[in-house]
């Protein structure tokens, strides 16, 4: 418990602008960072978490970006006693259950299809792909000047039954489809 909580303080003290030296791996394990703590600061509905110790899964959608680092990172963690775990989908279909799903941006020319494929679950979305706010994504994780922002968009995650907490929005730039 007490590496969650570390993993927060960092998370709200300034990991969201971190930067980083060299673009890549080490940015990727920035990221795979702000997946895990993703968990902190969503609300899913009950009923989207399963009973009692079934898994909270983080999913990833196409090639695998992070390497093992996500998995380190949720090595024995969890989220109120549903243990984290690490799911990897080739295709939209193959998911079954999933809380966060990470959204490779090599699939952005079919991202609307994945987007429509994904309404009405309890999964908050989130890519580091250019426009995937405006193909209706959640969160989108910037790039730019070797430090990572968060895009988000409250009001798809609302549609999705999800609750954004207010310590990430007051970090994240606020976007949605119709005003960039």
């Not at 969650?4 to 990991?15: D, M």
């Not at 702000?34 to 009973?51: C, I, K, M, R, S």
């Not at 006693?81 to 690490?86: C, R, S, Y």
């Not at 995937?132 to 994504?137: L, P, T, V």
Request: net charge neutral; glycine share 8%.
């Amino acid at each position: 418990m007490k590496r969650i909580h570390i993993h927060i303080l960092l998370f709200l003290t300034g990991i969201f602008f971190c930067s980083f030296q060299t673009f890549g791996d080490r940015e990727y394990q920035v990221k795979a960072a702000f997946l895990f703590n993703f968990t902190q600061f969503v609300e899913w509905p009950a009923d989207a978490l399963g009973g009692t110790g079934a898994p909270f899964v983080i999913g990833i959608l196409g090639e695998n970006p992070f390497g093992n680092y996500l998995r380190q990172i949720v090595a024995g963690e969890s989220l109120n006693g549903h243990p984290l775990i690490i799911q990897e989908y080739k295709n939209v279909d193959e998911i079954k259950s999933c809380h966060i799903l990470f959204i490779n941006p090599a699939e952005i020319s079919h991202m609307s299809e994945i987007i429509t494929a994904l309404k009405g679950r309890n999964i908050l979305t989130v890519s580091d792909a250019a426009n995937f706010i405006q193909s209706g994504g959640m969160i989108r994780l910037v790039t730019s000047n070797n430090k990572i922002r968060i895009q988000a968009n409250p009001a798809k995650a609302k549609e999705a039954d999800l609750t954004i907490s207010s310590k990430l929005l007051g970090v994240a730039d606020i976007v949605s489809p119709n005003n960039n």
